[in-house]
């Protein structure tokens, strides 16, 4: 069975810093990786997805992620964080073969960043 | 367009009482999803349709929560009879197909059982 694993909780950072969230995941078959942010009292939207390619994906707001097989993980990074980035970040996965259409996601990693 | 619909955003009820959710989708997606998110179990796929079908309602936790997609551009959540633990934030999502594309989430309604 597929499943997601964000190992930070909380990240604190402070405004301009780097900042990595870790994303690993666990799945027998080959798989879709997706990374959705959410702001406070608002729905889930998505930062960047890896479907085939590149394992190297662009997202919005500067965010970028990569895909490595062999540690079965997908880390959301971005160069230097603004205040406005302060949300909950959710990594996805979704199978790749198949039509089943679920998300798996894991449980979340707050990102505070400090000015 | 206007995203995705959900209504009511907020509803306080107390236990006992029948609660029911609203979704209107993005118009031409053809899956919809039903989620709920709480502190303590993160986020949880309730059920999904495909063509206004449910393909998978494993998630759904017990026998007092239903949901219905009548036709392509309306579905419902129903919880009866509701309980306190049944107090989180339900999502409704989106998307054009199934597996690799962008779901489109709602604002969410934030469901208070007393």
């Given at each position: 069975a597929q499943s997601v694993t964000q190992l930070d909780s909380q990240v604190p950072v402070f405004?301009?810093?780097?900042?990595?969230l870790r994303c690993n995941y666990s799945s027998s078959v080959s798989v879709y990786l997706f990374w959705y942010v959410q702001y406070p009292n608002q729905g889930l939207q998505l930062l960047l997805k890896y479907l085939s390619g590149s394992t190297l994906v662009k997202g919005i707001n500067g965010f970028e992620a990569e895909f490595n097989k062999?540690?079965?993980s997908f880390h959301l990074r971005k160069p230097s964080v603004h205040i406005s980035d302060t949300?909950?970040?959710f990594c996805a996965v979704s199978e790749g073969t198949g039509n089943?259409?679920?998300l798996i996601f894991g449980q979340g990693t707050t990102l505070q960043v400090k000015p | 367009d206007a995203g995705v619909i959900?209504?009511?955003r907020h509803e306080v009820t107390?236990?006992?009482?029948?609660?029911?959710l609203r979704c209107k989708p993005i118009s031409g997606h053809n899956s919809?999803?039903?989620?709920?998110q709480t502190m303590?179990?993160?986020?949880?796929?309730?059920?999904?349709?495909?063509n206004n079908v449910p393909i998978d309602d494993s998630g759904m936790p017990e026998d007092r929560f239903s949901a219905k997609m009548p036709n392509a551009s309306f579905s419902t959540l129903k919880i009866q009879p509701s309980e306190p633990r049944d107090s989180a934030v339900y999502f409704c999502a989106s998307s054009l197909g199934l597996w690799n594309n962008e779901q489109f989430f709602g604002p969410g309604t934030r469901l208070t059982v007393l």
């Open positions: 405004e301009e810093a780097p900042v990595e062999s540690q079965t949300a909950e970040y089943t259409g679920k | 959900q209504s009511p107390e236990m006992g009482q029948e609660v029911t919809l999803f039903w989620y709920r303590m179990r993160g986020l949880e796929l309730l059920i999904y349709f495909n």
